[in-house]
């Protein structure tokens, strides 16, 4: 039975990813750089390893991340101010502008997904998923903590 709900979970997220992929094509965004953009539109800086830890990726997948990021002017890289050995980030206004068109595309997601389901089996769902990611997050991983899909 255990590999039948892994099997269902499975494909219901290669499915969610896949819906959210196509919800957002016309933004020119990377697999994962969507959170990385939201997560920057709710903070002023940050730096990459305040990224990195935030996302649950290595350092270097998050640089690569905000390279693209930076290349698609998205995001603004400086020295800080307190501690020239830092380096934060923020959203351009372009960036910002991207990220408020995600969040609205996103919340579309959601309203299909609130649709498709009841109120009562959206709450249930939600708790168990959180139930499962908790205990999932206490096992120990496959060897790799980068649990990104950008490499």
């Known amino acids: 039975m255990s590999s039948e709900v892994g099997k269902v979970l499975q494909r219901a997220a290669r499915l969610y990813r896949a819906r959210v992929a196509h919800a957002i094509a016309d933004l020119g965004l990377f697999a994962g750089q969507e959170q990385a953009l939201l997560l920057l539109a709710d903070k002023t800086e940050m730096t990459v390893g305040e990224l990195a830890e935030a996302l649950n990726v290595r350092p270097p997948t998050a640089s690569k991340m905000v390279l693209r990021l930076v290349g698609q002017k998205m995001v603004d890289r400086r020295d800080s101010d307190a501690d020239a050995r ?6 351009t206004k372009e960036g910002q502008r991207c990220a408020k068109a995600l969040r609205l595309r996103l919340d579309e997601v959601e309203t299909e997904i609130s649709e498709a389901l009841d109120g009562k089996d959206i709450k249930r769902l939600r708790k168990l998923l959180k139930r499962l990611s908790q ?7 496959s060897g790799d903590d980068d649990l990104s899909e950008d490499d």
Do not use: N, W
Not at 135 to 141: D, F, H, N, R, S
């Open 86 to 91: 830092r380096t934060t980030l923020s959203l």
């Open 135 to 141: 205990a999932l997050a206490t096992m120990p991983a």
